[in-house]
């Protein structure tokens, strides 16, 4: 494990320290464990971080916390991610609200070629579920390396996942709580299969309390986790609808399924659309013609090198992008081992030969 690991838990715990201060605190002092030692002086020079969160750093109780949390999270196998680390989800990091740490049990990747956050009412009707089940039946059947994420609650999102178990496709639960607890009670059994392929993951550590609060703030790690959010039904007011709200704000798509204009848990998809803060979804075709799914697989099998001539640098970059799908470019960056100036030229180069393309976010995939 981790040697630092009681460390990131702790910084975690601070109130106002997110990701872009994690990061100023750890060039500065030199690790995690140099943030707790730093003279509080020192602490208020850094940039971002100033008298109040110099203060809080210094006075938090949190050591002591993370030790328990660390001895909960080796006893019972669950992963951490911090917000620095390598292995932490690339498309959650570009979230300016990412969560420092994260945990997850099972054995999900979450970094798979494509991710989606399937959300709904929890008072799904058969349609909702119908519409829900035959979407993820298509991506079993063009054999999608997929995962499918959702929040573990009534109504769609259990639909989501158990769809998921039937069809083979990896699933992810965000909660709202600790790894030590589940809620609801009702759905245990469906979680421990997706332990089996997929898993659940949380920013909260063990112990905490489980308040409406806390769904709402592990909505922004179901729209931060996928490349696309998809509403399957709501009504007017909802959670899901705040999940597409926040997955808009990543500059992450956003879909709906249309419903029948009086049904009361497809109004808030309705209005989606209406609004145009949704494209319509009426099936797979739909999704692979808006996420251009249809044609990556192609894509995938073309040298580039065959038609452009690429020097090491760039067909290296080729060769990354080709195995992952889809990167940021801070991502590019620490896998090659240059600078962000330096990966932004060469980026650059390989869209000119039109081998490359920019999304939104700075992501960059092939053409």
Not at 6 to 19: C, H, V
């Amino acid at each position: 494990m981790d040697s630092h690991i009681k460390y990131k838990i702790a910084l975690s715990l601070i109130p106002g320290i997110g990701g872009v201060l994690a990061r100023n605190l750890i060039a500065y002092t030199g690790s995690v464990e140099g943030i707790f030692s730093e003279p509080l002086k020192s602490l208020k020079k850094i940039p971002g971080i100033g008298e109040v969160n110099a203060r809080r750093i210094k006075n938090a109780n949190v050591l002591g916390r993370a030790e328990t949390e660390v001895e909960f999270i080796k006893k019972h196998h669950i992963a951490t991610y911090f917000y620095t680390d390598k292995n932490y989800p690339r498309r959650l990091k570009s979230c300016g609200d990412a969560p420092i740490l994260i945990y997850s049990k099972g054995t999900m990747n979450l970094n798979e070629q494509r991710v989606v956050s399937i959300v709904g009412t929890r008072n799904a009707t058969d349609y909702g579920k119908q519409v829900c089940d035959t979407l993820i039946q298509k991506f079993a059947e063009r054999n999608y390396k997929i995962l499918v994420v959702s929040g573990l609650a009534y109504g769609i999102d259990i639909q989501a996942h158990k769809s998921a178990l039937k069809y083979n496709i990896p699933t992810v639960g965000v909660v709202g709580h600790g790894l030590d607890n589940l809620y609801p009670g009702l759905h245990r059994e469906t979680a421990k299969k997706m332990t089996a392929n997929g898993g659940l993951v949380t920013d909260f550590t063990s112990k905490t309390k489980i308040e409406p609060t806390n769904f709402l703030r592990r909505n922004r790690i179901i729209a931060g986790l996928a490349d696309a959010t998809i509403v399957v039904e709501s009504a007017k007011k909802g959670g899901a609808l705040v999940t597409a709200d926040i997955a808009a704000s990543y500059n992450r798509d956003v879909f709906a399924f249309p419903g029948r204009t009086g049904d009361i848990y497809s109004k808030g998809c309705n209005q989606l659309i209406k609004n145009s803060g949704a494209a319509l979804l009426e099936g797979i075709d739909d999704l692979e013609y808006f996420m251009n799914w249809e044609n990556s697989e192609k894509e995938k099998n073309i040298q580039s090198s065959l038609f452009v001539e690429l020097n090491k640098q760039e067909q290296k970059i080729v060769d990354l992008l080709q195995k992952e799908g889809e990167l940021f470019i801070d991502q590019i960056s620490a896998e090659m081992e240059l600078t962000s100036s330096r990966i932004s030229t060469i980026l650059l180069n390989l869209e000119f030969k039109n081998v490359v393309a920019v999304l939104p976010g700075q992501i960059y995939k092939l053409r």
